[in-house]
């Protein structure tokens, strides 16, 4: 049915792009921006040494250079930085400057994850579920899942539905599943929009109900999802012209209120 179920999205983690968007308004001044994060890293500060860690790895305000970036994460990290651990797990599950070592990233992961930060967490819980670096235990990935979706992450809450609907790690609760769905779509997470979509057109876990059906699909849509199109495209057909013009009004409305999602 799901022939479009999540698939782990590992680009540049959200909070590091966070992060750097912070330091946007250095733009102009990268290389002063740069010496007054090194002065306070210099000085034994671990969000500065993180902050530089970031610098290297990216190469904002200074040349790229992942061995440097390594260096100063692991002076964060050893002071108990969580977003330094967490960018560390990051360079060695993709073995950027260091040889790829799953057990090392989540070793990485599970320091940061302990300390709350949901992006370690959601990370952590995927290579439970993959079996990545440690054995695969979905009760423990759903765990890990929980705890980043209840901080507001969408994707952990979008893996969380899906272990909800398979019965992976819990049992399997299509109204849970759509619950936690629900919350990663409004949150504007495509993937999600579109499997909301499909369930409010079979009616397992919410009621069934074509028109909503159409709005999700078409947001998915709209939000780059392309694999949705072929499902949006045939719940047009299931509607009158009516009906498609209330979910596209409905669509539009949601957009509007969710400005950037």
């Avoid at 979706?149 to 539905?161: F, I, T, Y």
Wanted: proline fraction near 3%; glycine fraction near 10%.
């Amino acid at each position: 049915m799901f022939w479009f179920l999540p698939v782990r999205q590992r680009g540049v983690p959200l909070g590091k792009i966070l992060l750097l968007s912070a330091l946007l308004p250095f733009c102009l001044g990268l290389a002063t921006e740069f010496d007054r994060v090194m002065a306070k890293a210099q000085q034994g500060d671990a969000q500065a040494q993180s902050t530089l860690g970031l610098m290297y790895e990216y190469g904002e305000g200074v040349g790229q250079n992942y061995q440097q970036a390594i260096q100063w994460y692991q002076k964060a990290a050893q002071q108990n930085n969580a977003q330094a651990a967490s960018s560390l797990g990051f360079l060695y599950y993709k073995g950027k400057a260091v040889p790829k070592d799953w057990q090392a990233a989540a070793n990485w992961y599970r320091k940061a994850a302990d300390q709350g930060f949901a992006e370690a967490q959601l990370n952590l819980a995927n290579m439970y579920a993959a079996g990545e670096g440690v054995a695969q235990d979905w009760p423990s990935a759903v765990r890990w899942y929980r705890k980043a979706a209840e901080q507001g992450d969408a994707q952990a809450q979008s893996s969380l539905g899906m272990a909800y609907w398979k019965g992976q790690g819990v049992d399997r609760d299509p109204a849970a599943s759509a619950q936690w769905y629900r919350k990663a779509a409004e949150q504007g997470w495509a993937q999600a929009q579109a499997i909301l979509g499909v369930l409010h057109v079979t009616g397992q876990g919410v009621p069934q109900d074509r028109v909503e059906a159409y709005k999700w699909s078409h947001l998915a849509v709209q939000n780059g999802f392309g694999k949705a199109v072929g499902a949006r495209d045939k719940m047009a057909e299931l509607l009158t012209p009516a009906q498609r013009k209330e979910a596209e009004r409905l669509a539009r409305a949601w957009s509007e209120n969710h400005p950037g999602r």
